[in-house]
């Protein structure tokens, strides 16, 4: 098992950004795959983007070219740069941590509003 908390989130105007962070309560390279999820009201939960022990990592389309996902290891943070967010964006976002074929962890989740 791991805990999962994370922080960042909060209210922004279009275009602006957020810095999402994932404090874990081990390794981040112990874990198979990190990564951000979000779910707005009266959808289902989606993958934002995510990141495997190794290195790789992969983006929603929606993610791509506008958020970096990257890792403190000496925080043991997973951290999630939100640039020129749109009101789409907006949801709640969770940090799930995937390790030993079985355990999957969430956060307790952070609320983003874009908003003007």
């Known amino acids: 098992q791991v805990q999962l908390v994370e922080s960042g989130g909060g209210l922004v105007q279009p275009g602006g950004s957020l810095r999402l962070s994932c404090a874990a309560s081990?390794?981040?390279?112990?874990?198979?795959?990190m990564g951000w999820y979000r779910q707005a009201p009266g959808n289902k939960r989606e993958l934002v983007a995510r990141?495997?022990?190794?290195?790789?990592?992969e983006y929603a389309e929606s993610a791509k070219g506008r958020f970096t996902l990257s890792r403190d290891g000496a925080q043991n943070t997973l951290i999630l740069q939100m640039n020129s967010l749109k009101s789409e964006d907006t949801a709640v976002y969770y940090c799930n941590a995937f390790f030993g074929g079985y355990n999957d962890n969430w956060g307790q989740g952070t609320q983003v509003t874009v908003s003007s």
């Open positions: 990141i495997r022990r190794g290195g790789s990592s």
């Open positions: 081990r390794s981040i390279f112990s874990i198979d795959t």
